[in-house]
């Protein structure tokens, strides 16, 4: 199987992941961002994954051999953006997993994803990356199975404490220009029932709470 020059590859993920960044600015500057999940926003996430998963086919996860540090990253954001997507981002995980095992990929990345299809499947993540706004209309991480794993693990992969990363991330989202829902019933509600259309839950399954 040949296999295209590594800069073509990694320069067509970084492409890729500029686009949806451009998409995601102009979203954010209007407030249409925050309100569900954008069609558009979906759109390019959607486009964005068909393509990754061709690259996918052909050569395996894009690590850092083939793409370099900066394309292998864009690879990771792709297939951590494309939530609609439930079995494209649990074969992206298995792939970035194994690539991390070799050395040809960030663990991190692979904890993040990790995270982000824990979330997404409404079950407790393991290095507490994702976050959701709480009840009392604060931005809170998504529960965790247990805080001093989380803490041991991500100091493993060198990650900022879990403190840090609590207040880091609420910096950027008083920053931002969202705001909690009016209604923390009705968001839970709503995200389960879209787990439920996409396929990150069964359908009928009983909600599983925060």
């Known amino acids: 199987m040949s296999t295209p020059a590594?800069?073509?590859?990694a320069q067509e993920l970084l492409d890729l992941l500029a686009d949806d960044q451009h998409v995601r600015a102009e979203l954010a500057a209007d407030g249409s961002l925050f309100k569900g999940y954008n069609a558009r926003m979906r759109e390019v996430h959607e486009?964005?994954?068909a393509r990754l998963e061709e690259i996918l086919r052909s050569h395996?996860?894009?690590?850092?051999?083939?793409?370099?540090?900066e394309g292998t990253e864009a690879a990771w954001r792709i297939a951590q953006h494309a939530i609609a997507m439930p079995q494209f981002q649990r074969r992206c995980l298995k792939l970035l997993q194994a690539a991390v095992a070799r050395g040809d990929a960030d663990a991190q990345h692979a904890a993040y994803l990790d995270d982000r299809i824990a979330f997404n499947e409404r079950r407790p993540q393991k290095y507490g990356t994702q976050f959701d706004w709480n009840e009392i209309g604060d931005m809170a991480p998504w529960r965790v199975d247990d805080?001093?794993?989380?803490?041991?693990?991500?100091?493993?992969?060198?990650?900022?404490s879990f403190a840090e990363?609590?207040?880091?991330?609420?910096?950027?989202?008083?920053?931002?220009?969202?705001?909690?829902?009016?209604?923390?019933?009705?968001?839970q509600r709503d995200i389960e029932a879209w787990a439920r259309e996409v396929g990150w839950l069964p359908r009928g399954e009983p909600s599983r709470g925060r």
């Open 60 to 69: 395996g996860w894009p690590g850092i051999h083939l793409a370099g540090r």
């Open 165 to 187: 990363q609590v207040a880091r991330v609420r910096d950027q989202w008083r920053q931002s220009r969202e705001r909690a829902p009016a209604d923390w019933h009705a968001r």
């Open 47 to 49: 486009r964005n994954a």
């Open 6 to 9: 590594a800069p073509q590859i």
């Open 147 to 160: 805080e001093k794993a989380v803490e041991r693990r991500r100091q493993a992969l060198g990650m900022p």
